[in-house]
């Protein structure tokens, strides 16, 4: 399969690749924030200081400093914190009570206070098992604070949202054009450009201002991704405590494939979904990318 075309939306979202604006700043950002995990998961035994991640990221302390507080809003320091198994374990207290409570738009709590505020709805069997005949989906690619995104919307709202890293671009589109494969697949940068900034600004994600998502799937998919949107930022859940909630308690195993179906990642939130133990478990989009998730949301709940 070849590339899709070179998208031209916006100017001031998307400019070409190279260069200093907002799409090279993103993937230059993000390019070091991954290698700064990847130091820290490949070197966490010997605790190494910040000089030495900053070292093995390729830039300065300041500038490792000076990142991390415009990327997410942390030091460095609690950029590491929140990467511990020791959070991860803190995000799951209460995991059950979380998703049996009633959240009220409007209701600003430390989990809710940054949160994507999603109305959802779902399409008809028929549409999911005609595999998107009939269906024309809008696509485009877009920068973000975990590497390119790629947008796919209905014009009733959002229904897939993927990552790729540089280069692989072509083997996300194709991931993402399998789960619909009769659909008609359209660049279109003014559909996809004003979702993309209401997905990656958190200075537009307003309750009056609900971003819509269109879920495709089957009935147990779809059920599974709507309980994923009760987890808040700052939380988690696990499989099991999803399998309940959904009225299969002995699930489990059938909602971590169904979490791991899910396309529209960040913001019908699967990052949230870890082992009991507070092990990160597999994240179709690369375990690297969900720390970087799960650390960015940290300082957009509550940054030092």
Same mark, same amino acid.
């Given at each position: ?69 415009? *990327? ?55 549409? *999911? !098992? ?40 072509? !083997? ?103 082992? !009991? ?12 990318? !969900? ?14």
């Amino acid at each position: 399969m070849t590339l899709p075309p070179t998208l031209a939306p916006e100017p001031a979202l998307v400019p070409p690749l190279g260069g200093t604006g907002p799409r090279a700043r993103a993937e230059g950002d993000y390019a070091i924030v991954r290698r700064a995990i990847a130091h820290i998961r490949g070197n966490w035994r010997d605790q190494p200081d910040i000089d030495t991640i900053a070292e093995a990221a390729g830039v300065t302390p300041d500038e490792l400093h000076h990142l991390f507080r415009r *990327w997410c809003g942390l030091t460095p320091k609690g950029f590491l914190q929140a990467l511990t198994l020791e959070h991860a374990r803190s995000l799951l207290r209460d995991s059950a009570s979380i998703l049996d409570a009633a959240y009220e738009v409007g209701l600003s709590g430390p989990g809710r206070l940054h949160d994507l505020f999603v109305t959802h709805e779902a399409m008809s069997p028929g549409e *999911w !098992k005609s595999g998107g005949e009939g269906l024309t989906l809008s696509y485009g690619f877009f920068p973000s604070q975990f590497g390119l995104a790629l947008v796919i919307a209905t014009e009733r709202g959002l229904c897939g949202l993927a990552f790729a890293d540089a280069g692989e671009e072509a !083997k996300a589109f194709a991931d993402m054009k399998s789960r619909w494969p009769r659909a008609r697949f359209v660049e279109d940068a003014t559909i996809t450009a004003p979702i993309a900034r209401r997905i990656f600004d958190p200075g537009t994600w307003r309750p009056d201002q609900p971003l819509k998502v269109i879920m495709i799937g089957t009935d147990f998919e779809v059920r599974v991704w709507q309980t994923l949107l009760k987890i808040p930022m700052g939380h988690a859940s696990t499989y099991s405590d999803i399998a309940r909630k959904v009225g299969n308690p002995k699930a489990a195993r059938a909602v971590g494939a169904a979490v791991g179906k899910n396309p529209v990642c960040f913001v019908v939130p699967c990052h949230r979904v870890i082992g !009991k133990s507070g092990d990160l478990t597999g994240y179709h989009w690369g375990l690297t990318r !969900k720390r970087a998730i799960l650390g960015w949301e940290a300082g957009q709940v509550g940054g030092e």
